[in-house]
């Protein structure tokens, strides 16, 4: 009687123990949402800017995540080179440190995207590097229908 009892008295210790591993490291990793979009933005003057290519950042978790860089992937396969969104972007937030539950975002115009070797028609993906190093990757977004 007692083997069986010995078992199942493992079995739960060794269960708690993969759950307050688990629980640890996933309080500690950051909770960040990477998401590309399109949109315009209302000018100073009143006027309405260019058609603009988005990254946003969501952090969803406790602690204040620092973005080194952020930007887009070229659409040439696995190994696909990157377009850089430098610092100075009026009203952009990244690169930057982003505030636990808040959001940044930067941007580029349509025609620079364009230029950079961006297809619009086809799926995008924008992604931004972590002062740890990490780098985390948006889900593909279309912006034009081809």
């Not at 493992?10 to 708690?16: E, G, K, N, P, V």
């Not at 992937?73 to 990157?82: D, T």
Request: aromatic share 8%; net charge positive; hydrophobic share 40%.
């Amino acid at each position: 009687m007692s083997d069986p009892v010995a078992i199942y008295a493992a079995a739960i210790a060794s269960l708690a123990v993969f759950w307050e591993a688990y629980t640890w490291r996933k309080a500690r990793q950051p909770a960040i949402n990477v998401t590309v979009s399109q949109g315009l933005f209302s000018l100073t003057d009143g006027s309405v800017s260019d058609w603009n290519v988005i990254l946003e950042v969501a952090n969803r978790g406790s602690q204040t995540v620092n973005v080194a860089q952020a930007g887009f992937y070229l659409q040439h396969g696995p190994n696909e080179p990157r377009i850089f969104i430098g610092a100075g972007r009026p009203g952009a937030g990244l690169p930057g440190s982003v505030a636990a539950q808040n959001n940044a975002f930067t941007y580029t115009s349509e025609g620079q995207a364009v230029q950079h070797g961006l297809d619009l028609t086809k799926p995008i993906r924008g992604y931004v590097r972590l002062a740890t190093g990490e780098t985390l990757k948006s889900k593909p977004a279309t912006l034009r229908k081809g």
